[in-house]
């Protein structure tokens, strides 16, 4: 089902017999085409980044269920935010299966999947912040995170793939995504007091991305920085979709207040 081949399985049990050999030595533990060797499960080639992967995508599915349940769609931001879910839970689920199978195209999907998840954060961002009294300014705005992300893309699949460019321009849009968020989040910070969360959550991911600056062989051939950073992430999930819910019931009810109002 996974795809493993002969010559798979061959690299696999050639692979062990060289850390055995390695280790037995007195030599450091070596990687393999830059990855660090990881006990096979089943046919769960990281198994530990692959489960932690698989319960981030279920703690989105279950938190959209609970936005959908607790958000009317008449919310300003009911759209985006839904949207969001959707890319997220994509990324998460082509993340699960790179884990178990790590192959050239499950690789660049994991990437690209990631990627578009940072662009969508940013543009959740920038919809919030201002985007809901200036629609054409978010139009053009979102044309042009999505050429960024076609023109990512094409130069990572057409002319090279890039391992340090991609992890340079996924910092990037992180540090201006911590940086946006951060800056609303303190600036409404009297008047929402919900806006903690989301404060909090940005913070936790920029420490938590540190473990994948860590450089270790796997605790029991399983558990690595990656693993750790995946794990990490999961109650950030939870905590985020709950700032979403508050944000969104917070908008419709100011709407409706104006609307009374007027």
């Known amino acids: 089902l996974p795809g493993w081949t002969c010559r798979d399985d061959c690299k ?4 062990w017999l060289t850390v055995r050999l390695y280790v037995q030595g007195g030599h450091r533990v070596p990687q393999f085409h830059g990855k660090w060797p990881f006990s096979r499960f089943l046919f769960f080639q990281e198994p530990a980044s692959a489960f932690a992967s698989f319960l981030n995508g279920l703690a989105s599915f279950v938190m959209l269920l609970r936005y959908k349940a607790a958000v009317p769609p008449a919310s300003p931001m009911y759209p985006t935010c839904v949207a969001f879910a959707w890319v997220s839970l ?52 979102r044309a042009f995170l999505l050429l960024f992300l076609a023109c990512h893309i094409s130069y990572l699949t057409l002319v090279r ?18 940086a946006w968020w951060l800056r609303w989040c303190l600036r ?24 994948e600056l860590l450089d ?30 508050d944000d969104s019931l917070y908008l419709l009810k100011a709407n409706s207040d104006l609307f009374k109002a007027d």
Request: net charge neutral; proline share 5%.
């Open 188 to 211: 409404n910070r009297p008047r929402l007091p919900h806006v903690w969360k989301c404060a909090a959550v940005v913070l936790l991911l920029q420490a938590l991305a540190l473990l």
């Open 90 to 141: 994509n990324a998460w689920f082509w993340s699960t299966v790179f884990h178990t199978r790590d192959t050239s195209v499950t690789e660049k999907l994991d990437y690209f999947c990631a990627s578009a998840v940072v662009l969508h954060s940013v543009y959740l961002c920038c919809v919030r912040t201002l985007g809901l009294q200036r629609p054409a300014l978010i139009s053009i705005f």
């Open 216 to 245: 270790f062989p796997p605790l029991f051939w399983v558990l690595d920085a990656h693993a750790l950073w995946h794990i990490g992430t999961i109650p950030l999930n939870v905590l985020f979709y709950s700032f979403l819910v």
């Open 12 to 15: 696999y049990e050639c692979m």
């Open 161 to 178: 793939f890039d391992y340090g460019y991609n992890m340079a321009a996924n910092a990037a849009i992180g540090l201006l995504n911590l």
